[in-house]
């Protein structure tokens, strides 16, 4: 089975930072990674797809990079509306795992 | 729209078996892969079971042989059947679509599974 592993679990940053999350894969996943975000009691929501393609309707501040076992997340310019939760998920193979999460906190 | 509507979660013992339903409208469920990802309280994110257009059908170890996925194509529904709960099975269940052999591009909004004595 592939692991997905995600750092940093938590983040506290402020509005206008720029933040990364990394994704580490156990092996290669070329490019088959999606990124989500979740809020509290909501359903997560897809921004980031194949790695580095940006969903329509998300904003262009969120950008997705890497290949084979590292990738990244990064938010470039931080909003009050960012604070939530981000996963990783890789769809190289079937068994579609995730990341354990980031949490990402106001400083 | 696509629309997904899960439901059939509840307080269940544990042993016990549920069936959850996700109704689907705005788009055909055989024509898609569908995915089970769940939540215990306060975690992250776990794939449980995905069914493909074809009909194959894969699972996590955890669940492997305890759940099954199926869909109904006369009602355009998705069931997750779930047998021998057991207390680590707690969660919110969300119904998801997938784009391809990919990314989750739609989710339903979960129901709440309680496996508790």
């Known amino acids: 089975d592939i692991q997905m592993t995600q750092s940093p679990s938590t983040l506290s940053a402020s509005v206008g930072d720029r933040v990364t999350i990394t994704c580490r894969a156990s092996q290669s996943i070329s490019s088959w990674l999606a990124w989500y975000q979740q809020k509290p009691g909501k359903a997560p929501k897809l921004l980031i797809y194949d790695a580095s393609s940006l969903e329509s309707g998300v904003p262009s501040r969120f950008s997705g990079s890497g290949s084979g076992t590292e990738f990244t997340l990064t938010i470039s310019s931080l909003q009050p509306d960012d604070f939530a939760s981000y996963y990783c998920?890789?769809?190289?193979?079937?068994?579609?795992?995730f990341g354990q999460g980031t949490k990402l906190e106001i400083k | 729209e696509v629309q997904l509507v899960e439901s059939g979660g509840g307080l269940i013992q544990p042993g016990g078996s549920l069936r959850l339903s996700c109704a689907a409208s705005?788009?055909?469920?055989?024509?898609?892969?569908m995915s089970w990802v769940r939540q215990a309280p306060g975690k992250g994110l776990e794939w449980v079971s995905v069914i493909y257009s074809g009909g194959s059908t894969y699972y996590a170890d955890s669940v492997k042989g305890r759940f099954t996925i199926s869909r109904d194509n006369s009602k355009n529904t998705l069931y997750l059947q779930m047998n021998s709960l057991r207390a680590e099975d707690t969660a919110v269940y969300y119904c998801a679509r997938q784009w391809g052999d990919g990314r989750i591009d739609y989710w339903g909004q979960g129901t709440l599974v309680t496996v508790s004595s």
């Open positions: 705005g788009f055909t469920v055989s024509s898609n892969y």
């Open positions: 998920q890789q769809y190289n193979s079937y068994l579609y795992t």
